[in-house]
DNA sequence: TTTCCGGGTTCCACGGAAACG
DNA sequence: CCGTTTCCGTGGAACCCGGAA
């Protein structure tokens, strides 16, 4: 294949031959338009725009040594998980003056191959969810020194982190369902995803449970966090232990919907015969019938702070933050 | 702000050194592996991986002028609207060596700023939604000419594009709810988008109910497709114009969820009282009881084949194909 | 404003080894 | 057997576009 960059290619050079100026006015009419003066700034801006002239991140990003797009990895986008977390990340960046690309990764080597193309880029950072990796992964972030920052975690961050506890969270909302008199609950954990953000849960869960003199035995593992399916799955397994569960605690709000419709086939009343409690207050735990009881983890706030932490990191404040604790709080709804 | 390139900074010449080669056999080992002795090319890799090189993308990109990342802007993530899609698109880039990044955009507006982030990293490639664009975006893209398709378009593309008929789909679903015995049926419209994905929809509902000999003035209009929030508000809508409506076609299976959450508050039977129709197959119009009446829109397809045309298009091959019919298919639930 | 440089690729030249006459 | 052609792996020089000084 021959080089085939056409002669017609808009480069700042051309731009600046049209507007009659030097190409480092071009150049700065984009980086620091303050620099230039209004009247040359909107000839420039003007004939770049006839030309169709963007400046070729490429190149400045190898002239300078910087960037400003950051990469996000997220698991999934089933559902609305992380909608308002990449929500966050997005208003942040965009007041900044930066750019938010995004690479889906449901496994950790599926995030391997991201973190790869986003180092191959020369992003300004790396937004990663959770705190397990793969080893390669980690070593090549570490080598290059590119600023990460992991959400959903809680302490001991890989560089920054921003997160909430989710021993916390869970023991607040599993003492919520003791406090309404439930006394044989059932709990659906994740095993898909070995972070964090979902192991920290079952052992809180029983210790919970054991301080108040109940049986934790009642627990399943499920494979999919994401999907509605999951949710008459995990019911039915909890009630091959237990057909008399009063109450169940599950991963996300999706699978907790899940439970919900299995309970409307059961003719099972809810939160009477069975209280469920979801995660994430997504918009159709506020929606559906009965509205979810959750835990709201101020997801919008972590996108944001954590494209905060990068930004501060590359422009040489805050040198020193690297861990920041959103908090979260209950959603009481009508389930449990 | 000082130029951050460390002076360990890894780079080909880096590698080159250490693995006693010229930097010219580190570049062909990566991007022509064949053309390397295996002793050779096992070496530099070896050392690369030490090292942590991973090839400087924007430098090869400027050099040659080529790029294997494709970019593709996503209207939403608020619910699973666009899962398979992206699914699809991942999985078709991955076999080929291509890399996907994404980016969020539910304004045109916005999609105009993602599309000038795509061109400033000269992407192989730029996948959209819809055939409604901004005027400068779309200069922007007939200037550059970079390889443009669109998704859930099904004539006239801009550059290529990949989708399935609308109206088509619009009239089969209204004729079953027709064929159902349904006579007053509302129709749910999205106007906060004006592009054929949704436009084409009224007319042929009207036509089609016209055709039968049927009133056509059951229609409400709402901003926001991908919420459940929607599904009561305009299933209260339509009981205003009509509080004996017996049928209800809805934008997407989102808010059909939302109107069964509704019937469910104001004890409506489905299908009896009210048939539901949705629109794409999402997880949950198989999840909930009643399931959801849809259209199935082949997006994971719509997926691969949006991303098989960009690549052929890049590699030179099947120049001339420009429009995929990826087709559509009613899948029939209990909801209609 | 000008000059030079960033990291990698294209294109081509080089030189050693195998195959041929 | 030796000189020459061919082949193939490797190296050198110019250049891509924009930013810093």
């Not at 919900?260 to 209280?275: I, K, M, N, Q």
Request: hydrophobic content about 40%; glycine content about 8%; aromatic content about 6%.
């Amino acid at each position: 294949m021959t080089k085939h960059r056409s002669d017609e290619t808009v480069t700042m050079q051309s731009v600046a031959v049209a507007a009659g100026v030097s190409p480092m006015t071009v150049s700065n009419t984009f980086r620091y338009p303050e620099r230039v003066q209004e009247e040359t700034r909107l000839r420039v801006l003007t004939i770049a725009a006839e030309l169709g002239y963007v400046p070729n991140h490429a190149a400045g990003n190898l002239a300078s040594g910087q960037s400003r797009v950051i990469g996000a990895v997220i698991p999934s986008i089933k559902n609305s998980s992380f909608y308002n977390y990449v929500r966050g990340m997005q208003d942040a960046v965009a007041t900044q003056g930066y750019q938010l690309i995004l690479k889906l990764a449901d496994s950790l080597a599926q995030e391997a191959a991201a973190i790869r193309t986003f180092v191959g880029l020369r992003v300004a950072g790396i937004a990663l969810v959770g705190d397990e990796h793969e080893q390669d992964a980690r070593m090549l972030l570490r080598k290059t020194g590119v600023p990460v920052v992991e959400s959903w975690v809680h302490e001991t961050p890989f560089d920054m982190a921003v997160g909430y506890s989710t021993a916390d969270a869970t023991r607040a909302l599993t003492q919520l369902l003791i406090d309404g008199g439930h006394r044989r609950i059932g709990f659906v954990g994740y095993d898909g995803d070995v972070s964090s953000r979902f192991t920290e849960r079952l052992p809180t869960f029983r210790q919970t449970l054991e301080q108040a003199g109940l049986e934790s035995n009642r627990i399943v593992l499920i494979d999919q966090a994401d999907g509605f399916g999951a949710g008459p799955k995990a019911l039915q397994a909890l009630c091959t232990i237990d057909p008399d569960l009063d109450a169940i605690l599950c991963p996300t709000d999706i699978v907790a919907a899940g439970v919900l419709f299995e309970c409307g086939r059961r003719s099972w009343t809810v939160p009477d015969r069975l209280a469920v409690a979801g995660w994430g207050d997504y918009e159709i735990a506020s929606e559906i019938t009965p509205g979810i009881t959750t835990i709201h983890p101020h997801a919008y706030d972590m996108g944001q702070q954590a494209m905060s932490l990068i930004i501060d990191r590359t422009t040489g404040k805050d040198q020193d933050k690297t861990l920041v604790d959103t908090g979260f709080h209950i959603v009481r709804r009508c389930s449990a």
